[in-house]
T-cell receptor
């Protein structure tokens, strides 16, 4: 069974204070690891897909990296508008091939 | 255009009402999904449609009835709901359900319908 664990559950940063969010996973045959951003009361917004260890993707202040056991979402010099819940999900090669989500990291960036 | 639209944004219904949620995408995606999300929890998969056919039903109670009239539309019919069914209902779409190529399985979510059952 695919499993995803995200840490920390909540993170408070000062504006400009860089940090990383962790997503640890176990999956049978990784077909993709997905990062989403979700604002309160809204649907998840797609950020990145990573497919193989060593892969990295960047978007503005966000950079996602992938190893065989975990993914990191690095946030450089965050701004208050980066405050949101960040969700990690994996898709394995199992019969269902559906997304398994982590519980998310709630990020708050203080001005 | 990576937009999935959902209507209504908010819905309040009694336990004896019948209502429907609607979802639309024009990205040419052949897979569409319904998720349920409770506060501070991740989305929970309910149904998956692939090429307009129901391919996955995650043991959802029959008071939830999905329908896929065509490749762009997805409905969720609601009847005799319980207060514990109150949640954010999310629709998503992806190019394929289990495609082998990169980008084939990326799911794009709509804004959701906030459902309150009284």
């Amino acid at each position: 069974e695919d499993q995803v664990t995200q840490s920390p559950e909540a993170l408070r940063l000062q504006e400009g204070e860089s940090s990383s969010l962790n997503c640890s996973y176990t999956v049978s045959g990784l077909r993709g690891l997905f990062w989403y951003r979700q604002d309160p009361g809204k649907g998840p917004e797609f950020l990145f897909t990573l497919y193989s260890a060593g892969e990295e993707k960047e978007k503005e202040r966000l950079k996602a990296t992938l190893t065989k056991k975990e993914s990191f979402l690095h946030i450089t010099a965050p701004k208050p508008e980066d405050s949101a819940t960040y969700l990690c999900a994996v898709q394995g090669a199992g019969s269902a091939r559906q997304l398994t989500f982590g519980s998310g990291t709630q990020l708050t960036v203080l001005p | 255009d990576t937009e999935v639209t959902q209507t209504p944004k908010h819905l309040v219904m009694g336990m004896t009402n019948k209502k429907s949620l609607k979802c639309e995408q024009h990205m040419g995606h052949r897979a569409m999904y319904w998720y349920k999300q409770k506060a501070k929890k991740p989305p929970e998969l309910m149904f998956v449609y692939s090429y307009e056919k129901l391919s996955i039903n995650e043991s959802v109670p029959s008071r939830f009835s999905p329908e896929c009239p065509n490749s762009s539309l997805l409905n969720l019919h609601l009847h005799a709901l319980q207060p514990e069914d109150s949640a954010l209902y999310l629709c998503a779409s992806s190019p394929q359900v289990s495609g082998s190529g990169r980008g084939q399985n990326e799911q794009f979510f709509g804004p959701g319908t906030r459902l309150t059952v009284l």
